[in-house]
């Protein structure tokens, strides 16, 4: 059951970028629903594999890092929609994205 949820999280990240890029560059409704549906895929799936971790403390810095970067990618859209563009905003995007992947692939811990 483990697995099947860290792969279901791990799949959750690439299909997120992948729509995040998506739905920043179109003006298309339907990827920005997808976009937060697997917001809430990611969320569930993280927070099952948090309790079966038993909350060590550098995962919760990524579950708070995740959910910073959720906050900055919806700003971004928002922004973007409104014809105030954020172009700045993606270098952080990137840098939280690959600190958040190295957590969960235990490169960064302490």
Known sequence: ???????????SWVV?????V???FTRQNVTLML???FYLVMIVTGGYLLYQL?????????????IVLIGIMEMMIARKRKGQ?????FLLVI???VVIVLIGYGK???
Do not use: C, D
Request: charge should be positive; charged fraction near 5%; avoid cysteine.
């Open 54 to 66: 038993q909350f060590p403390g550098i995962y919760i810095l990524k579950a708070v890092l995740a």
């Open 1 to 11: 059951m483990f697995n099947a949820f860290l792969h279901t999280h791990e799949g």
């Open 35 to 37: 976009q937060r549906l």
């Open 85 to 89: 563009g954020m172009p700045a905003m």
């Open 22 to 24: 998506i739905s920043y």
């Open 108 to 110: 960064i811990h302490f």
């Open 95 to 97: 840098i939280l994205i």
């Open 16 to 20: 997120l970028a992948l729509l995040f």
